[in-house]
């Protein structure tokens, strides 16, 4: 079972860029999805989640409105629009997927997810 993150780089700021998660090994079509990322010298943090349905999204208070999370269930991935991009979002982000299927409420808590992917650098230059 594995997640692969890709998309990421260099981007100015006030650009976008879109990021890609693809699992293999599995389905899951019936977890929720998560973003996270972790900035140099600081903790993971949340990002976005997306329900196993597709119909519910949750977003960090410094995304909202900025970032977008959507999936394709029949391609198995899982996607992050992000937009008026800023320094701040410098980040590896990684993705990750609910441990708990066919959950009801999405969670925002490291723990709650696994497996997670990779990451993948995005760096936003001022």
């Known amino acids: 079972v594995q997640l692969q993150a890709s998309g990421g780089g260099l981007v100015q700021a006030g650009g976008s860029l879109r990021l890609s998660c693809a699992a293999s090994g599995r389905t899951f079509s019936t977890n929720a999805m998560g973003w996270f990322r972790q900035a140099p010298g600081k903790d993971r943090e949340f990002v976005a989640a997306?329900?196993?349905?597709?119909?519910?999204?949750a977003y960090g208070d410094s995304v909202k409105g900025r970032f977008t999370i959507s999936r394709d269930k029949a391609k198995n991935t899982v996607s992050l629009e992000m937009n008026s991009l800023k320094a701040e979002d410098t980040a590896v982000y990684y993705c990750?997927?609910?441990?708990?299927?066919?959950?009801?409420?999405?969670?925002?808590?490291?723990?709650?997810?696994?497996?997670w992917g990779q990451g993948t650098l995005v760096t936003v230059s001022s």
């Open positions: 997306i329900s196993w349905s597709g119909g519910s999204t």
């Open positions: 990750a997927a609910d441990r708990a299927p066919l959950r009801i409420g999405l969670q925002s808590k490291l723990k709650e997810y696994d497996p």
